[in-house]
């Protein structure tokens, strides 16, 4: 029997642009695609062109994506024609691959909100999706508030979406806008819906306000609809909306669904998805949730006792899915055993041979274990790993010795009575028998200590010429009663590699310091510096 195609339609760097504290920058949203589109998306919706600067430079950006990319805004303003709207018209100017317009269909929210007739909101559905079609696009039209408004009026919010579907649009999107609908709700209403339009054509939208959009987003799958749309980890306003991150992996990884449906993700990619995941939040600087289903730290962790012998026997006994198809790890805390492997697989990905009878390897488990309890999360960052690993497993020359250094930051006046906040640095390093001291300044003390460090490394100074540092990300952890800082940096250099360092400290200043450093010796390292 062959499998019905289901599709995935992202709207992380739209709706998920709306949670509170998020604010995508440009590259941000660059990156976020790219890594929509290699997972394996179908549609990316990447924002709202003509609404922010950001969108609008997003949209006239050059981009090498296989997904669907989407351009999201407003059918035409009622009491004007399609060719005379403005909005509509920078809209179809946005360099997309499909449009999705947001419409009313609850009766009340067209009188109301919209201050217009049933009838001319009913015209400009399908003159704007009219209009869409004759550019060229791909049209997906988004009913708002439509599970409420098929509970108040049915009949019109139906003639809402047919009117998209008639007018062309390839998907009519069903959104629970305010989130509280129910899934035996929505298994109901998305039958309803797919007697009028095939199933093949209707996309459901759920948000969180219950904690059952994912579930809603299955139960309007049982009941036909063959579009979800949702956010990474779950992001937007509000509760949030469906999570990709939790539905992806049961659409192919449940019989129920992985029999029924095809998904664009591949079993290769789903192996991805834990890092897509931690990687998302990496990018908003935040936590990642420990307890998320399938790619949390803690979704295969298990205590010691009776279910870590159990599962070391049989991981199927308590597991299930398989950790390893959706990129997450087994942990079973305190097993010496498990923590071995998990370094010895870490290494081999790096790149670095080792004996998994060599005592050193637990040495560097005791270290990894005691530093990821004071802050530091190798996870994160892979050249520091690689750094400690190197020295613990001792093959990492010791090219340079910082002796000292002296950070200052001076506010004060200037001569024509501005106030100015300047800082410098002063470094001095031993490179074999020779010293050097350098000074910089800098636009803060940690930029005037790189400065200051990068200045002069005497005979090393033609391998670290390429580094750059790229990022540098701040965040206060509070472990135990004192609050720590961690500080990421990411590096790149001429040949295009990038790394990622790491360093915790209660001091700001020396928690960049070890990051910096780490990022320094990678390099040497990598460039085969001699010692
Ligand atoms: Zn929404």
Redesign the pocket.
Known sequence: MSKERLYLFD?TLR?GAQTNGVDFTLADKLAIAQMLDELGIDYVEGGYPGANPTDTELFGADRKLDTTFTAFGMTRRPGRSASNDPGLAALLEAKADAVCFVAKSWDYHVRVALETTEEENLASISDSVKAAKAKGREVLL?CEHFFDGYKANPKYALSCAKAAYDAGARWVVL?D?NGGTLPHEVEEIVAAVCKAIPGDHVGI?A?NDTEQAVANSFAAVRAGARQIQGTLNGL??RCG?ANLVSIIPTLKLKKEFSDAFEIGISNAALKKLAHVSHALDERLNRGSNRHAPYVGESAFATKAGIHASAILKDPATYEHVAPGSVGNKRKVLVSEQAGKSNILAELERIGIKADKDDPRIGRLLEIVKERETAGYAYEAADASFEMLARRTLGTVPDFFDVEKFDVSVEHRINAVGQPVTVSMAVVKVKVGNDEMISAAEGNGPVNALDHALRKDLGKYQDYIKGLKLTDYRVRILNSGTEAVTRVLIESEDETGDHWTTIGVSPNIIDASFQALMDSIVYKLVKSGAPA
């Open positions: 709207t709706d988004d959104c806008t939208h948000h937007g306003e909306n």
